[in-house]
Nanobody, 122 residues
Framework: QEKVVESGGGLVQPGGSLKLSCEGS????????MGWFRQAPGKEREFVAT????????YYADSVKGRFTISRDNAKSTVYLQMNSLKPEDTAVYYC???????????????WGQGTQVTVSS
């Protein structure tokens, strides 16, 4: 089963926080790289963060470094994206990405979730 399901999106005020979750299946999660991407209206999908299979290595887009943290719980087949100090420009549909590989700090995934909307607005 190729399961990649996001949750946790919503509306938050600038400066606020939000935590996204993504649950995978045996095929999509176990022993795989996991990551997050986002797509704002009228823009291309962009890389946000990725984490290695063991969780010991992670990479971030420059635009989110120091504000977002990616983590994973292998026992629960779940990857998280903690987003702090949110800005209006973080508004986008956030996609969980599974499997694939990391090259020069960028994740090239094999599987995608359906996305969850994050809106940062007062």
């Amino acid at each position: 089963q190729e399961k990649v399901v996001e949750s946790g999106g919503g509306l938050v005020q600038p400066g606020g926080s939000l935590k996204l979750s993504c649950e995978g299946s045996e095929r999509t999660f176990r022993n795989n790289v996991m990551g997050w991407f986002r797509q704002a209206p009228g823009k291309e999908r962009e890389f946000v963060a990725t984490i290695s299979m063991t969780g010991t290595t992670s990479y971030y887009a420059d635009s989110v470094k120091g504000r977002f943290t990616i983590s994973r719980d292998n026992a629960k087949s779940t990857v998280y994206l903690q987003m702090n100090s949110l800005k209006p420009e973080d508004t986008a549909v956030y996609y969980c990405a599974a499997d694939g590989y990391i090259n020069n700090g960028i994740h090239y995934p094999r599987y995608w979730g359906q996305g969850t909307q994050v809106t940062v607005s007062s």
